[in-house]
């Protein structure tokens, strides 16, 4: 369902905007990328720490492909769940309507729907099944004037035609990476470490560590700032 | 020992058993009290470290002239106080052992959030001038250690193992440069570094690469040297192999 909205409103030249999560949000990021829609995702942490770290290559790609990575904190503070509640409400902010695909009771959506009402957004929500966890959730957003929708098209009939963007070339398919990561190219590749980070999640010596990563600067692999490593941007 | 008894700082028990000085002023510390001085000139805290350990703690909030007056004694092991006509002077061969924040509120690089502005940390990283800098042999990142991790550190050697293993390569040093007069490798003049610090066939190969690729300085390439010859010597090692020169390198410091 997600994919089929995303898909559907990207086509008609509606922006996507989620928040990078696992699961419902990386579907409608995805989707909206291959459909060569322009989305925007809206963080929990700072540009330094993209969570989850799965989702890096897709955070890039957003970037890529004229979409924007949102984050209204420093570049070094790690994502916390705690934030997770304000970046809902940034998220429904700068959206003209919420669509709640899946909503548990204290799910992440139903907390930015519950914003999106306070800064009177229209809120969509589609059918879920009554046995589904999710059927309270729903019923709840209904009971508090919330839309239900069967088409992508009765969405689009409803919002401002003046923010709707021209598509560009799609973009093949993002997958998400659930591989754990065993040697330090792969760990610089999703963000920033500090060594320390590096010897944590890495179970080697930590001289042997410092000696690889010696030999990836000399090879302008990575280059070092302060306590940090990172990978050299390619030319 | 001499230093203490000037000062009669030295006390009946401890002059017997002499134990290497640790010195740790506190960062609000004067020129005078630093380098030595006054009236009659007395030997400053570099000098009472002689031989021992001078440990500055939060080293960029130093005064900016203490910081600077360091670079002299650091490089000659000795100072001379010019006072009237008066003239003194005090060795001062010791370990610079210094700390300092990633960043003015100094999480940056951390698990917490860091409120610092990249201008800020700059700013903060650019008051330990290169010259200092460049007299620093190892820099090391350290993150606050959790509980976790402080159990784990049982499991690891313990420090009398390791002054064990330390006292064992100094006496190798001191007989090494026994005809030089000196007794460590950071003491060792830049005329006889590579008399000294022989390299195996691929270290000498990766440094020659690290040398045009990280665009190093003379001084720092010298100082790798140093350090490597040192992880050679801890590792028991005749040459200065490619493992050991690589963590040498990993523990310079950028020079802007
Ligand atoms: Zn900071």
């Known amino acids: ?235 | 020992m001499q230093i203490y008894s000037i000062c009669g700082k030295l006390q009946y028990e401890s002059s017997l058993t002499w134990q290497r000085p640790f010195r740790s002023p506190h960062h609000s510390i004067t020129l005078t009290g630093m380098l030595g001085g006054g009236k009659n000139p007395l030997p400053g805290e570099i000098s009472l470290a002689h031989q021992g350990v001078l440990f500055l703690d939060e080293l960029p909030e130093l005064k900016l002239a203490v910081l600077e007056g360091l670079r002299e004694p650091l490089e000659e092991r000795k100072i001379t106080i010019n006072r009237n006509l008066i003239s003194v002077s005090y060795p001062c061969n010791f370990i610079l052992v210094a700390s300092m924040n990633p960043c003015p509120c100094g999480y940056y690089g951390t698990k917490k959030p860091c409120q610092c502005t990249q201008e800020q940390i700059k700013k903060y990283n650019r008051k330990i001038s290169g010259p200092i800098l460049d007299r620093i042999d190892i820099t090391i990142p350290v993150e606050c250690v959790g509980y976790d991790k402080l159990t784990c550190l049982q499991k690891s050697e313990t420090s009398e193992q390791i002054q064990k293993r330390v006292e064992k390569v100094r006496k190798k040093q001191k007989q090494r440069y026994k005809e030089l007069g000196i007794q460590t490798n950071a003491e060792l003049p830049t005329k006889y570094i590579e008399q000294y610090c022989t390299l195996s066939s691929k270290s000498k190969k990766i440094l020659k690469n690290a040398y045009s690729s990280l665009q190093l300085t003379t001084r720092s390439y010298m100082k790798i040297l140093k350090v490597a010859r040192t992880i050679a010597d801890m590792d028991e090692s005749q040459y200065i192999q490619e493992q050991h020169i690589l963590e040498a390198i990993s523990y310079r410091r950028k020079e802007e």
Do not use: W
Request: proline share 4%; hydrophobic share 40%.
């Open chain 1, 1 to 235: 369902m997600a994919k089929k909205f995303s898909a559907e409103l990207t086509r008609n030249g509606m922006v996507i905007v989620s928040g990078l999560a696992l699961g419902i949000d990386t579907i409608a990021h995805q989707t909206c990328l291959e459909e060569g829609g322009k989305t925007i995702a809206v963080l929990g942490g700072g540009f330094h720490y993209i969570y989850p770290e799965e989702n890096y290559q897709l955070a890039q790609a957003i970037v890529e492909n004229g979409g924007l990575l949102m984050s209204e904190y420093s570049p070094s503070v790690q994502a916390n769940t705690k934030n997770f509640p304000k970046r809902n409400q940034i998220i429904s902010q700068i959206s003209q309507a919420v669509l709640v695909i899946e909503a548990g009771i204290r799910s992440g959506a139903k907390i930015t729907a519950g914003y999106a009402k306070e800064q009177n957004k229209k809120v969509f929500v589609i059918p879920n099944p009554l046995d589904s966890k999710n059927a309270k959730g729903i019923q709840q957003l209904l009971e508090r004037g919330a839309t239900m929708v069967f088409q992508p098209a009765q969405i689009l009939s409803q919002i401002d035609t003046r923010y709707l963007v021209p598509l560009s070339t799609p973009v093949k398919i993002v997958h998400a990476r659930h591989t754990k990561q065993t040697n330090i190219y792969s760990l610089l590749s999703q963000r920033p470490h500090t060594i320390n980070e590096i010897v944590q999640k890495l179970q080697e010596k930590p001289q042997q560590i410092l000696q690889k990563l010696s030999m990836m600067e000399i090879e302008g692999i990575a280059i070092k700032e302060g306590n940090i490593y990172k990978l050299k941007e390619k030319r």
